[in-house]
């Protein structure tokens, strides 16, 4: 499984910004695919999770209503559509991907994409 995930850049407060994560090497239908992120000297923070097959999502309360974790399965890609964006979303990002379930913890994915910077400017 490969994940590459791309869209990162710097925008100011307020702006929008859409990651995609592109995934090959493997039949995602039994997958969920999740978006991480990590600010210098932070844990690595759950933000949103898919399932591949349903699309349903779960998401972390502080992204709630700003960010929206989608997937297109003709292009194997998952995005995370970022709106409203906040100093404190400066962060890596990650996609990754587990069989297991609707998991918040990183521990638990098993392939990880090699993350994209987002910058928010006040």
């Not at 779960?58 to 998952?78: C, E, L």
């Not at 890596?92 to 993350?115: N, R």
């Amino acid at each position: 499984v490969q994940l590459q995930a791309s869209g990162g850049g710097l925008v100011q407060a307020g702006g929008s910004l859409r990651l995609s994560c592109a995934a090959s090497g493997h039949t995602f239908s039994n997958y969920y695919m999740g978006w991480f992120r990590q600010a210098p000297g932070t844990e690595r923070e759950f933000v949103a999770v898919i399932n591949w097959r349903r699309g349903w999502t779960t998401s972390a309360d502080s992204v709630k209503g700003r960010f929206t974790i989608s997937r297109d399965t003709a292009k194997n890609t998952v995005y995370l559509q970022m709106n409203s964006l906040k100093p404190e979303d400066t962060a890596v990002y990650y996609c990754a991907a587990t069989e297991g379930g609707y998991y918040t913890d990183s521990k638990l994915y098993s392939y990880w994409g090699q993350g994209t910077l987002v910058t928010v400017s006040s």
